[in-house]
Nanobody
Framework: QVQLVESGGGLVQPGGSLRLSCAAS????????MGWYRQALGKQRELVAT???????TFADSVKDRFIISRDYVKNTVYLQMNSLKPEDTAVYYC????????WGQGTQVTVSS
């Protein structure tokens, strides 16, 4: 079993930035895919960004030029740097880990509003 602990959500004005972090509870070496999904109120959960064990990244078209995903293999942590935030980025953001099975974090709220 692996637990994922997220941090970094909050309230930010449009155009602002936030950085989300997600730490795995144990070493996951370099064999896992990690990433972020989000779910806005009344909508389905959607992919935001993922990074494979080899460092390949995938982004949703809506965030491609604004968000950066990175990971620290030593700290077993994945980060999501969110820039130029828009109101439509408001959602609960979930950390994701694929290590044989899928694992999910508890979610962290991101609200973009003036």
């Amino acid at each position: 079993q692996v637990q994922l602990v997220e941090s970094g959500g909050g309230l930010v004005q449009p155009g602002g930035s936030l950085r989300l972090s997600c730490a795995a509870s144990r070493s996951i070496a370099r064999v896992a895919t990690m990433g972020w999904y989000r779910q806005a109120l009344g909508k389905q959960r959607e992919l935001v960004a993922t990074v494979t064990s080899g460092g390949s990244t995938t982004f949703a078209d809506s965030v491609k030029d604004r968000f950066i995903i990175s990971r620290d293999y030593v700290k077993n942590t994945v980060y999501l740097q969110m820039n130029s935030l828009k109101p439509e980025d408001t959602a609960v953001y979930y950390c994701y880990l694929l290590l044989g099975s899928e694992y999910w974090g508890q979610g962290t709220q991101v609200t973009v509003s003036s």
